[in-house]
């Protein structure tokens, strides 16, 4: 499964950016789908995930609220609508695909992730 993520970017603070990631080739609708960032000197954390079906869906406390992560079975593409964005924010951004199995689950940890993208780099400025 290979997962092209796009759509970073500079913003300003309280800007909005989405980013998506396309799995060409596969049934997309087989995996769970997730978002990560990487800050410098950080490690990789969590941020949102969606279930296969799009119906079970959870996000990180720093993001909950002004992030809102979706997906288009059709088009084989997730997606990660930032708004209000924060200085804190400015990370790489991967999406990975998780094999769950099972339509209504998403997981928060980034070792059930078997498939990654190359990462988007997200850089807010305040």
């Known amino acids: 499964v290979q997962l092209q993520a796009s759509g970073g970017g500079l913003v300003q603070a309280g800007g909005s950016l989405r980013l998506s990631c396309l799995a060409p080739?596969?049934?997309?609708?087989?995996?769970?789908m997730g978002w990560f960032r990487q800050a410098p000197g950080k490690e990789r954390e969590f941020v949102a995930a969606i279930s296969p079906d799009g119906g079970y869906i959870i996000y990180a406390l720093s993001v909950k609220g002004r992030f809102t992560i979706s997906r288009d079975n059709a088009k084989n593409t997730a997606y990660l609508q930032m708004s209000s964005l924060k200085p804190e924010d400015t990370a790489v951004y991967y999406c990975?695909?998780?094999?769950?199995?099972?339509?209504?689950?998403?997981?928060?940890?980034?070792?059930?992730?078997?498939?990654w993208g190359e990462g988007t780099q997200v850089t807010v400025s305040s």
């Open positions: 990975a695909a998780d094999p769950v199995g099972q339509p209504m689950i998403a997981r928060r940890g980034p070792a059930e992730y078997d498939y």
């Open positions: 080739g596969v049934t997309f609708a087989n995996y769970a």
